[in-house]
Nanobody, 116 residues
Framework: QVQLVESGGGLVQPGGSLRLSCAAAKTVFSLLDMGWYRQAPGKQRELVAD???????NYADSVKGRFTIPRDNAKRTVHLQMNSLKPEDTAVYYC??????????WGQGTQVTVSS
């Protein structure tokens, strides 16, 4: 069973940057599609960014040009590099491992707060 451990959340001022990391265990990481989702209070969980096992990426319109989702198959890790952060980016961020439409695992979530 895939296990995902996230790290890197925290408090940052508007305009700042954060880098989230998600490390996978007990899996052949290179075969997985990986995504980052977020959930703000009172809102549904939404897709932020996704990278397939072929390294094809997809981003929510709200983060295009600000966020990137690099993956390192050798280290079985996927990151979410977040730049030019805005208060509306405040949410709990979740890493997700999937194969197409099938969800294999979720991370535990990491809080990102953008505030002055």
């Amino acid at each position: 069973q895939v296990q995902l451990v996230e790290s890197g959340g925290g408090l940052v001022q508007p305009g700042g940057s954060l880098r989230l990391s998600c490390a996978a265990a007990k899996t052949v990481f290179s075969l997985l599609d990986m995504g980052w989702y977020r959930q703000a209070p009172g809102k549904q969980r939404e897709l932020v960014a996704d990278i397939t096992r072929a390294a094809s990426t997809n981003y929510a319109d709200s983060v295009k040009g600000r966020f990137t989702i690099p993956r390192d198959n050798a280290k079985r890790t996927v990151h979410l590099q977040m730049n030019s952060l805005k208060p509306e980016d405040t949410a709990v961020y979740y890493c997700c491992a999937h194969q197409g439409a099938r969800i294999d695992a979720w991370g535990q979530g990491t809080q990102v707060t953008v505030s002055s």
